[in-house]
């Protein structure tokens, strides 16, 4: 695994199964990988409520359920589904590549 200039290269996609998320570790950025509907969406992993792991909640479709408080996130764009959760998760853009799920580098904030 690379990472080029803005790009980083997360995991081969076959490590993702269609429906399912997992937990990918990259430098300091602790991620959740979904694989839906053929398309990979890539979020932080922590869940913005609390002590939460995305990757360790429920997938239905492209909402994930943390498993700590419930609360639901659009894996899309972030936003929150369903409560206990105010503040939206991060996104990050996926960027086609045909072997791995790449994402474009977080810009500084």
Same mark, same amino acid.
């Given at each position: 695994m690379s990472q080029?200039? *803005? @790009? /980083?290269? @997360? +995991?081969?996609?076959? =490590? %993702?199964p269609?429906?399912?998320?997992?937990r990918?570790d990259?430098?300091?950025l602790?991620l959740?990988?979904y694989?839906? =509907?053929?398309r990979?969406?890539?979020?932080?992993n922590a +869940?913005?409520h609390?002590p939460?792991?995305?990757?360790?909640g429920? @997938? =239905?479709g492209?909402?994930?359920e943390c498993?700590?408080?419930a609360?639901q996130f659009?894996i899309? *764009?972030?936003?929150?589904?369903?409560?206990p +959760?105010? @503040?939206a998760?991060k996104?990050?853009?996926? %960027?086609?590549?045909?072997?791995?799920?790449v /994402?474009?580098?977080?810009?500084?904030?």
């Open positions: 080029t200039d *803005n @790009l /980083i290269e @997360l +995991c081969p996609k076959d =490590e %993702v269609e429906g399912e998320v997992i990918v990259k430098g300091d602790e959740a990988v694989h839906v =509907e053929d990979f969406y890539v979020t932080d +869940c913005t609390g939460g792991e995305l990757s360790e429920y @997938l =239905e492209h909402v994930i498993d700590f408080h609360g659009d899309r *764009n972030g936003e929150v589904v369903a409560p +959760c105010i @503040l998760v996104t990050y853009k996926v %960027v086609p590549h045909d072997t791995a799920v /994402i474009e580098a977080p810009k500084d904030e």
